[in-house]
């Protein structure tokens, strides 16, 4: 019995899928030493976006949540497709939400940007982030085929 556990304890080290990573200019990505999304066979997991212009480091639109989720969801799907998906893979969002007033307006831009591929998501308001103009940070997780 432990002859055969051994066995498939070697083929499944032996056989590890390999892991692709994408990398954005984001000085978070740096300082914190992570990666933007990551591809493990058919699934992709994009960090915590926010929406910070990756080659200048500067936050966009720390006014709007609506417009700052825009931006997040362009980054997200750039960095999904980067890694061989596309945006009908994603399967789940996650949202954080600084403003509880803000809910509806990242809502509405999930919807216009998602409303056709309905992934489940889930939203969470009142949340602190490392940048007070952050207004916005959201997650996605999609599985490729």
């Known amino acids: 019995m432990s002859d055969s556990k051994t066995q498939k304890d070697d083929e499944i ?8 990573h994408y990398q954005t200019s984001n000085p978070y990505e740096s300082e ?4 933007r999304a990551i591809r493990k ?3 992709i997991f994009v960090s915590g976006t926010t929406s910070i212009e990756p080659s200048t480091g500067v936050l966009l639109h720390p ?13 997200i799907i750039r ?3 980067a890694l061989g998906g596309s945006k009908d ?8 939400v600084r403003d509880d007033e ?8 999930m919807k216009e940007v998602f409303g056709s ?8 308001l009142g949340v602190k982030f490392v940048n007070p103009d952050m207004r916005v940070e959201i997650e996605a997780d999609a599985v490729m085929g």
């Open 79 to 81: 960095a999904i497709t």
């Open 13 to 20: 080290s032996t056989n590890r899928m390999p892991i692709q």
């Open 63 to 75: 006014t709007s949540a609506y417009l700052q989720s825009i931006q997040i969801f362009e980054e």
């Open 89 to 96: 893979d994603v399967v789940r969002l996650k949202l954080f």
């Open 102 to 109: 803000d809910g509806s307006d990242v809502g509405r831009a």
């Open 41 to 43: 066979g058919p699934y």
């Open 117 to 124: 591929v309905r992934p489940a998501a889930t939203m969470i």
């Open 32 to 35: 914190f030493g992570y990666s």
